[in-house]
């Protein structure tokens, strides 16, 4: 990576480890996939498994796959600017700027409450790992600022 002040930054998230797969590349394949399996749950599977919930229930599942849909949208948006920038299609101002960063950051943090309403188990597995996730990308765009 050449010396310079706008990918200076970011150079904790982006050396290249061997092979020349740098963590970046690995985070997303991860973001991905893990899209590609919330897709597929809401698509195909969701609905059956709301089928069974109460309609207090199925309003909090509701809810909680929008969260899901969130998550995953703004963790791969955040991840192609990442990746715009260490092709240099963008700079580190550009990558900066308030619309570039990521968003709904309240919304994505939070957690189900229980409140005596259980979702399917798939989802919960989903939210779980798309929170952890989230707060991954939440903590390499603080970086941003640094």
């Not at 899209?35 to 229930?57: F, G, K, M, N």
């Not at 092709?87 to 309240?106: F, K, N, V, Y």
Request: with cysteine; proline share 2%; charged share 30%.
């Amino acid at each position: 990576m050449a010396d310079n002040t706008e990918n200076d930054k970011l150079t904790s998230i982006s050396d290249a480890s061997a092979g020349g797969v740098s963590f970046l590349d690995g985070t997303y394949r991860e973001a991905l996939s893990l899209t590609r399996e919330i897709r597929d749950y809401i698509a195909h599977q969701w609905r059956r498994d709301c089928e069974a919930l109460s309609p207090v229930a199925r309003l909090n599942a509701s809810c909680e796959s929008m969260r899901l849909t969130s998550r995953a949208t703004q963790i791969m948006a955040w991840l192609f600017v990442q990746k715009a920038l260490h092709a240099g299609e963008i700079t580190h101002e550009e990558a900066c700027a308030p619309e570039r960063r990521l968003a709904d950051q309240e919304i994505c943090t939070a957690t189900h409450e229980e409140d005596d309403v259980v979702l399917p188990d798939r989802m919960m597995e989903l939210l779980q790992r798309s929170r952890d996730l989230y707060l991954r990308i939440q903590r390499l765009d603080a970086q941003l600022e640094r």
